[in-house]
């Protein structure tokens, strides 16, 4: 099972990544999931800081409750008494939320594909972020969607760049479907969208008549506890917004929701009955359980103080060991650092190495859907102790010192052979 | 709850049967979920058969020896172990597979819809029984494939119906997709397909060079513990297989697979991470443990005792109850009586009527793709008690029998009305 616990999700990347051939694909695979290998490659959260006891306490009590329930069909809109308590989580945000306006789905993740199902046509035009979650990627281009990026910076995605695209794509006569963003924390940045920009963004959104989708896994993981405003609560009838319990309670019950307007939302509904009938009631319930019972806002406490100190314990090795020319991001919350390496490495043809190395990463092309991000690259904290950080990031320097010292010593050659 | 407990799914079988209109649906709905109301409509296992305290007690010693795995991601193909187990599943009706051809899918549906985003484009055509299954239509036609029906008997499909509609088809120039069955006691249908035939069927499908998806979720639930070879033992590289573990386990923890031959494989693995990243890690540990450890084989032994009494009730009744002229299957396993009423009534408009004296069918209506079925209806013994469903047939035979004699009374007259 070991695959599993260093990286589920190194294949996918690296295909995005680096265009590789499937044998040469799985070959790196097989390299990343000896457990010798660091991997800050996935996007895992700590679920070993759970109070597991108290889950199973919780599943064995539902069993003995209501476990022909649990065990059963439920409805496509999800568990009413779920949606109520994911009310009172989008509530620790400042989300005045109703449970009739939520679907739950399989993680985040299905609410983006079932989103993409109904929205997208061939060629359609999608804004996001640029770098972006892969995962969204994956959505919209599996409806055959275009993705155009939105260039960032520290305070997020920038709005001139956005008036900038959305004047672009006007002059060339397409209308974006949507506009996806992550807003806090992003996915891969590692940097949220300053209030101020919220509001300018919002209003692009509104002189344009652009439905936007806002998706938040990370908010609640400020290491601070601090949090900006969500799109939705600005301007809800125009933000499409997506939640998932997967980073503040546990991805392995891949429960996610959508909040949409009462006609999108009656439409996901009938999407998610055509792709997989309905939720787990199992999990379903647990979840409900979990927030009705437990103490899950201490628990996400505990999630964000151990990931404020990995990050600043990944941030520091960064610091102490990169190469001069090396960037990264300075998070504020999530999971992720966002790094670049000297120009002329190339991130992807660099993983083979890294993980001859023992060390893994996802290369930033991963992150484009226009085979930019080759000179940067994704760190996660939240998953790797702080010692097995520290050693990753030194194996990683190791490597791309390396790399340099080879280019110092056969620079053009090398760069002639490559491009 | 109570509309989770009677009927999950009216509201979709009510949409599709009748095309009534949104309000006119949640009507319907509203009042076919009061706890008064005998529902033959769902589809649901009796999951109060399942030995409750043994799952609970599964699920507590899954969470303290291997909490930290089953609460994180997974990979996108699914758990190792439990697709060994449910290579042990179709052992048990003769299939000879391997884990590394299977994907775990969020039940049977899932599989469906992400073989139908993988093979139909817009205006495909692909062939199915009819009637079929419900959630079948929805997958296929949410990709806007067109659906062709195969008539059946009481042997399932009809071969020579089958060769005729493929003539059909070539004549038109087009090319059927796949043809996707449910061999084994048929949804609706209430059959299985002869061993005589399967062997027809797939040698039109050789002649043809049709990809055939057989569908198998009954297949354990024959009354006698007999099973007619799965179409996929026959000819395994034509075959692509799907199976659940939602009727002969629990629905609720949304546990289906599909097996395919290794590029088609490959292809739904990159599906489903788009789709929704991975499955639930805790509801696959729950399954691969319930199939390790606990006695899955009498367990299945004992919902197949449980539907045979069911369904003689269920026919009994009929029998005693039912007006000259309706007609209805004779099962020999699975959850489900197919049935039809005398010419003249349409059952989708008589849904009404039946919901208002306490008891709810699925429209045969339901089940095509082209409009049939209109005398049909299809019924569900796997979840009432005998005495429920003895009361649900009165009401229903009372319904049928008042229809009856208002078209003797006034019979030309109803006809013009409603046509």
Redesign the interface.
């Known amino acids: ?1 070991s ?3 260093v990286d ?2 190194l ?2 990347y690296a295909a995005r990544a680096a265009a590789l051939r ?1 044998s040469e694909i799985r070959a790196l695979f097989s390299v990343a999931s000896r457990p010798e290998v660091v991997s800050l490659a ?4 700590d ?2 800081a ?1 109070d ?2 108290a ?3 919780t ?2 009590a ?3 409750e209501d ?10 809109q999800g ?3 779920l949606r109520e308590q994911l009310c009172e989580v989008m509530g620790a945000e400042g989300i005045d939320a109703r449970a009739d306006d939520l679907v739950v ?3 985040g ?2 609410a983006l ?1 079932l989103l993409a ?1 109904m929205l997208c046509d061939p060629g359609d035009v999608v804004l996001a972020e640029g770098p972006t979650y892969v ?1 969204a990627l ?2 919209f ?2 409806y055959e969607a275009r993705v155009v990026h939105v260039p960032m910076d520290a305070e997020g995605m920038d709005p001139d760049a956005l008036a900038t695209r959305l004047e672009e794509l006007h002059h060339e006569g397409r209308r974006p479907k949507l506009l996806y963003t992550v807003p806090s924390h992003q996915n891969p940045a590692g940097v949220s969208l300053s209030e101020e920009r919220r509001h300018r963004v919002l209003a692009l959104a509104q002189q344009w008549d652009l439905l936007v989708v806002e998706d938040n896994p990370y908010g609640l993981l400020d290491f601070k506890g601090e949090h900006h405003p969500p799109l939705v609560t600005l301007d809800p009838s125009r933000v499409v917004y997506v939640g998932t319990l ?1 980073k503040v309670f ?5 429960v996610g929701w959508v909040m949409a307007p009462g006609a999108l939302r ?1 439409k996901v509904v ?2 998610k ?11 379903q319930a ?1 979840a409900a359980r979990w927030l009705r019972e437990q103490p899950w806002r201490d628990q996400i406490d505990r999630f964000r103080e151990r990931y404020r100190d990995r990050c600043r314990a990944l941030t520091d090795a960064l610091a102490a060991e990169m190469p001069h020319g090396c960037e990264w991001s300075q998070p504020t919350g999530g999971l992720f650092v966002w790094a670049s390496v000297p120009e002329g490495i190339d991130t992807g043809e660099l993983l083979a190495k890294a993980l001859n190395a023992r060390v893994a990463y996802v290369p930033g092309r991963a992150f484009f859907a226009d085979g930019s991000g080759g000179r940067s690259l994704r760190l996660n904290f939240s998953f790797c102790g702080e010692d097995r950080l520290r050693e990753g990031v030194q194996r990683l320097a190791g490597v791309v010192q390396e790399e340099l010292e080879l280019r110092a010593a056969f620079g053009t050659q090398l760069d002639e052979g490559t491009s």
Chains 1, 2 share one sequence.
Do not use: F, H, W
């Not at 996935?42 to 959260?45: A, K, L, R, S």
């Not at 009955?273 to 999990?283: I, M």
């Open positions: 099972m695959e599993v616990r589920p999700n294949d996918r499937a996935g996007g895992m959260p679920t070993a759970l597991l006891e889950v199973g306490d599943l064995q539902l069993m003995a476990g022909a329930r649990a065990l059963q069909y439920g409805g496509g568990d009413p008494e789905t399989t993680g993740q299905q594909d199902k995962g994956g959505a281009q599996s997967s546990s991805p392995g019950i891949r009656d009938q999407l009955e055509s792709a997989d009938l309905c939720q787990s009631n199992l999990t647990l």
